[in-house]
């Protein structure tokens, strides 16, 4: 059973940095043609993809938030990390990761619950 | 960026009707178009990947259509399970984007 479960701070104060942790199960972050995501969802409002990784490291990101974001994966640990600087209460949303299948046409297929982020002093 | 629109932004139906929305990319994305369902509190349901390729254990009710820049997700016969929101999502040149969701409601 395939499964990614997203851990991290429930609560952080404005300019500081988030780290957030996707920590994977039932496929190997070496698996060729599959990688993992991060998506977040602000109170009552869309989707937004934030960035990816796969396993022969390929990263990308969301361009309006490309400076702040930096994505990581340890392979042995089973985990991708997600570090996003200078947080700000607009970024107070839900965040996933999801795997990513390019079989799928960039589809993705499994999602963590997703953690809940809030951004206050 | 490649920008995705969807429509309506709000639906109201009833069970058993057929259903449509639409997304329309601002630039061609040939096949590079899933579809997801996100009912509240939970995280979002993979329905459709390649544009017309149904997930493993979505129901058939469930089908979309389209390339380039215009694409739909129907369902045929609109369920009390279905009432929710959906997004679709583009990939292109290593970017993903998603369209602004569709609250299907009940009618």
């Known amino acids: 059973q395939v499964t990614l479960k997203e851990s991290g701070p429930v609560l952080v104060k404005p300019t500081e940095t988030l780290t957030l942790t996707c920590t994977v199960s039932g496929f190997s972050l070496s698996n060729a043609r599959m990688g993992v995501s991060w998506i977040r969802q602000p109170p009552g409002k869309a989707l937004e993809w934030l960035a990816h990784?796969?396993?022969?490291?390929?990263?990308s990101y969301s361009t309006s938030l490309k400076s702040r974001l930096t994505i990581s994966k340890d392979t042995s640990k089973s985990q991708v990390v997600l570090t996003m600087t200078n947080m700000d209460p607009v970024d107070t949303a839900t965040y996933y990761c999801?795997?990513?299948?390019?079989?799928?046409?960039?589809?993705?297929?499994?999602w963590g619950q997703g953690t809940t982020v809030t951004v206050s002093s | 960026d490649i920008q995705m629109t969807q429509s309506p932004s709000t639906l109201s139906a009833s069970v058993g009707d057929r259903v449509t929305i639409t997304c329309r990319a601002s630039q061609s994305i040939s096949s590079w178009l899933a579809w997801y369902q996100q009912k509240p509190g939970k995280a979002p349901k993979l329905l459709i990947y390649?544009?017309?390729s149904l997930e493993s254990g979505v129901p058939s009710r469930f089908s979309g259509s389209g390339s380039g820049t215009e694409f739909t997700l129907t369902i045929s016969s609109l369920q009390p399970d279905d009432f929710a929101t959906y997004y679709c999502q583009q990939y292109n040149s290593g970017g993903l984007t998603f369209g602004g969701g569709t609250k299907v409601e009940i009618k």
């Open positions: 999801a795997r990513i299948r390019t079989a799928y046409a960039y589809g993705m297929d499994v």
């Open positions: 990784i796969f396993s022969n490291d390929e990263k």
């Open positions: 390649k544009a017309s």
